[in-house]
């Protein structure tokens, strides 16, 4: 069965950290790009961060560049999001996924895992 188990959401102040784990089971975790996306109340989801271990390959979007950094655990199958100098904007529920490559894993992905929430306030 595959599984992508996001963990590590919760409530920070302005200016905190938070990191975010998305573990993976059930499905060859080198052959797939992890990403993590996030959505807002009344806001279109946003890919927030992808890594490909395979290629070395990773993506911010520039509204979390400079302030948060994906790493992947390939021993672990575990992907993580550090999430540094948090702001109120930065607020949603968070899922990581899985798709073939970074560069379509905002048009296709094969895999998502259950969101977890991050709260941020001023």
């Known amino acids: 069965e595959v599984q992508l188990q996001a963990s590590g959401g919760g409530l920070a102040q302005a200016g905190e950290s938070l990191r975010l784990s998305c573990a993976a089971s059930g499905f060859t975790f080198d052959d797939y790009a992890i990403g993590w996306f996030r959505q807002a109340p009344g806001k279109e989801q946003e890919e927030v961060s992808c890594?490909?271990?395979?290629?070395?390959?990773?993506y911010y979007a520039d509204s979390v560049k400079g302030r948060f950094t994906i790493s992947s655990d390939n021993a672990k199958n575990t992907v993580y999001l550090q999430m540094n100098s948090l702001k109120p904007e930065d607020t949603a529920v968070y899922y990581c996924a899985a798709a073939p490559g970074c560069a379509v894993i905002a048009r296709t992905t094969d895999y998502w895992g259950q969101g977890t929430q991050v709260t941020v306030s001023s």
């Open positions: 890594i490909s271990s395979s290629l070395g390959s990773t």
